[in-house]
C-alpha cells in the first residue's frame, strides 16, 4: 500500500519570501505526482503535477520530482498572503487507478 | 469548469442509524470517489468506482457501503452510523489513471450524535 509523508506539518512564512514543501511517497511504480491546494472550509483543487524526473515551473510555483529519491517538491517563490492554504500531495501509479495523499502541510503567509 | 455536486451539504445523525450521502458529476469521467478528511489524517480514500456499476475498496471501508447506480451518480451508505464517522466527506471525479486533474465537491459536513 502506497504511504505518502509530508514535511512540515505547518509553516508560518513571511510574505515575500521562498517557501519549499517536500513529499516522499514509498512506491517506486508511482508515475503521477500532483499538489492540491485546500483553502480554509473549500474543496482541494489541483494546483500542479509532473510525470518525470526533473523540474516544472508554473508562475511562482515550481515542482520536482526524484523518483530515484522517492521525493518530490513544491517552491513557491514571492508567498503571497492568498497562497494561505492547506497544501496536499498525492501520488497515483503502480497499477492503482487512484489518487494517494499526504496529510497535508499547513502553509501560513505572514503580510 | 467541471461540476462534482454533494448532497447535503451539512447532516446530523443519530449513532445507529442509516445515512446515506449523494455525489452527481457532470464531467462524464468514468471514476468516481469517497474520501473523508479529518485533521492530522488528510484526505483518507474510503470507496472508489470505474464506472457504472463498480465499486472497490479503498483504504478504510469498514462501516461504509458506496453505490454507483449510473456514470453520473456515486453514493456512501452508512448503515449504522457512529461517532467515529463524524467527518467531513468528499466526493471526487476522474480519469486517465491520475493522469488528468481530479475534481472535488465541496464537502458534507457529517456529524454522529
Known amino acids: 500500500q502506497q504511504n505518502v509523508q509530508q514535511s512540515p506539518e505547518s509553516l508560518i512564512v513571511p510574505e515575500g519570501a521562498r517557501t519549499s514543501l517536500n513529499c516522499t511517497f514509498s512506491d517506486s511504480a508511482s508515475q503521477y505526482f500532483w499538489w492540491y491546494r485546500q483553502h480554509s472550509g473549500k474543496a482541494p483543487k489541483a494546483l500542479m503535477s509532473i510525470f518525470s524526473n526533473g523540474e516544472k515551473e508554473e508562475g511562482r510555483f515550481t515542482i520536482h520530482l526524484n523518483k530515484a529519491s522517492l521525493h518530490f517538491s513544491l517552491h513557491i517563490r514571492d508567498s503571497q498572503p492568498s497562497d494561505s492554504a492547506l497544501y496536499l500531495c498525492a501520488v497515483t501509479g503502480g497499477g492503482a487507478d487512484r489518487l494517494t495523499f499526504g496529510k497535508g502541510t499547513q502553509l501560513i503567509i505572514q503580510p | 469548469e467541471a461540476a462534482v455536486t454533494q448532497s447535503p451539504r451539512n447532516k446530523v445523525a443519530v449513532t445507529g442509524g442509516k445515512v446515506t450521502l449523494s455525489c452527481n458529476q457532470t464531467?462524464?469521467?468514468?471514476?468516481m470517489y469517497w474520501y473523508r478528511q479529518d485533521t492530522g489524517h488528510g484526505l483518507r480514500l474510503i470507496h472508489y468506482s470505474y464506472g457504472a456499476g463498480s465499486t472497490e475498496k479503498g483504504d478504510i471501508p469498514d462501516g461504509y457501503k458506496a453505490s454507483r447506480p449510473s456514470q453520473e451518480n456515486f453514493s456512501l451508505i452508512l448503515e449504522l452510523a457512529t461517532p467515529s464517522q463524524t467527518s467531513v466527506y468528499f466526493c471526487?471525479?476522474?480519469?486517465?489513471?491520475?493522469?488528468?486533474?481530479?475534481?472535488f465537491g465541496k464537502g458534507t459536513r457529517l456529524t454522529v450524535v
Open positions: 464531467n462524464n469521467h468514468n471514476n
Open positions: 471526487a471525479s476522474g480519469d486517465a489513471r491520475g493522469r488528468t486533474e481530479v475534481f
